[in-house]
């Protein structure tokens, strides 16, 4: 590209806000010129306005924008929302109304029937919803959402696999603490120890996993005819959800079917060379003991996922540990490789 298309971002001052700015700086096809907060925060510099929270420091290219209001008029067409989900839903909708096209990592739209939950190497043809979306509301822009952080690493896994025929899954989260925001989870609590429960969190793992997943079908998604069943735990690690998984398949692959399938993995982000795309979306790994959070997550930009002990299941028919990186792949990254898929659809021209 020879000239880079305006970004903005709402909810730039909380912790996904800060990720998001962290993985746009020398992104070659978007410029981040615009910054989006509550009341609070708007009419002030950006470094006046939030502690940053990531290694770094603020980066210079931010720490001197003025915050706006999160309202339609000053932003760039294109904005990835970060925002809380108790205030997202109308904020994106005022936003989408108005002809913005909105890439949000909020939960809140994600399993509406015409807005696409997009992980460009899995279900591209899931933008296929869009122009019914905008027919349906009578926006002039649109709203794609990425699936919740625990979720996008087990369907990274999963997608290649789709072939032999899911009909059953078992998953068992270790989750970090970044997961939670900031200031997150109290030290007390989870020093030491393993919390069994995050809200809200199995259900969206298991119907969000199954929407994915699942095909496209003129006006809506059929979600993937396969019964998931998901454990959630707060663990404590910093970055990288690490995830056991067990599968059951009706063609009753082999494990090196399943190896290759892993290995030879390769999405229309690779296809095209997309900035954030990683190399190989799902890389294997043989060592024993891995995948790591400590050693792995933040490997190929933490935008990979990562697998390993695949191996006979006795309960169903295969199991397998995948770990990703809960803030990247899990939130900011994957809202700037979906934009850049949609812009290799031309999606994102005026």
């Known amino acids: ?139 002039k822009g649109q709203i794609v959402t990425n699936p919740n952080c625990s979720t996008i690493g087990l369907v990274m896994a999963l997608g290649p696999l789709k072939q032999f025929g899911i009909t059953k899954v078992i998953v068992t989260t270790m989750q970090a603490i970044s997961g939670a925001g900031y200031p997150g989870v109290p030290s007390m609590d989870i020093m030491g120890n393993v919390i069994p429960f995050i809200g809200g969190e199995e259900e969206k793992m298991e119907m969000e996993t199954q929407k994915i997943l699942g095909d496209f079908a003129g006006d809506r998604i059929a979600p993937l005819a396969a019964k998931v069943s998901a454990h959630c735990n707060r663990v404590a690690v910093v970055d990288g959800h690490t995830e056991t998984v067990s599968v059951e398949f009706s063609s009753k692959p082999s494990e090196p079917d399943l190896r290759q399938a892993l290995e030879s993995f390769r999405g229309l982000p690779q296809e095209r060379n997309l900035p954030s795309a990683p190399p190989r979306p799902v890389i294997y790994m043989d060592a024993a003991n891995r995948p790591q959070p400590r050693k792995d997550a933040e490997r190929e930009r933490g935008m990979a996922a990562f697998v390993g002990r695949l191996r006979v299941c006795h309960a169903l028919d295969y199991k397998f540990v995948v770990l990703s990186h809960n803030t990247i792949r899990g939130a900011a990254g994957a809202a700037v490789l979906n934009a850049e898929l949609m812009h290799s659809e031309g999606m994102l021209d005026s």
Not at 6 to 17: H, K, Y
């Open 1 to 139: 590209m020879q000239t880079r298309i305006e970004v903005g971002i709402l909810g730039a001052t909380g912790m996904v806000g800060q990720h998001f700015i962290k993985f746009l700086q020398g992104n070659p096809w978007f410029d981040l010129k615009w910054l989006g907060a509550s009341d609070r925060s708007a009419g002030k510099k950006y470094k006046d306005a939030m502690t940053w929270h990531l290694a770094g420091g603020t980066p210079d290219s931010v720490a001197g924008l003025t915050v706006d209001e999160c309202k339609p008029g000053n932003a760039p067409r294109l904005v990835f929302s970060a925002m809380d989900a108790g205030v997202a839903t109308e904020i994106e909708r005022a936003f989408a109304q108005a002809g913005h096209v909105v890439v949000s990592n909020s939960r809140n739209h994600r399993m509406e029937q015409d807005v696409p939950l997009l992980v460009p190497e899995i279900n591209p043809d899931h933008l296929k919803l869009v122009p019914g979306q905008q027919r349906a509301r009578g926006w």
